[in-house]
């Protein structure tokens, strides 16, 4: 079903799937940048920040990304959506 809620997911997975080393997140930007421009938001602020005014009230939703990824690279692991993933880095 295409459902907003299925289309954050989508781009969520694609984010996990292809993490990029902190301070080179080029894709991940572009990918995030078409998502949204996608939705024809009201205000884009600088950086990656879109403002959806939207014309009744009611509740507010607030989508974050954060672009940070550890410079060290977990190990890989399986994933039944497609390529591997990155394993989180835990504290130790």
């Known amino acids: ?19 990029e080393i902190s301070g080179h997140e ?23 920040a879109f403002v959806f005014a939207g014309s009744r009230p ?5 989508l974050r990304c954060e672009m940070e990824k550890p410079r060290k690279m977990p190990a890989l692991i399986p994933s039944a959506h497609g390529p591997p993933l990155f394993a989180p880095i835990l504290p130790v």
């Open 58 to 62: 009611g509740p507010t939703v607030m």
């Open 1 to 19: 079903m295409n459902t907003p809620a299925n289309a954050v997911i989508s781009l969520r997975r694609g984010l996990h799937r292809y993490p």
């Open 26 to 48: 080029t894709e991940t930007a572009g990918r995030i940048l078409k998502f949204f421009e996608a939705l024809n938001p009201d205000t884009v602020i600088t950086g990656l």
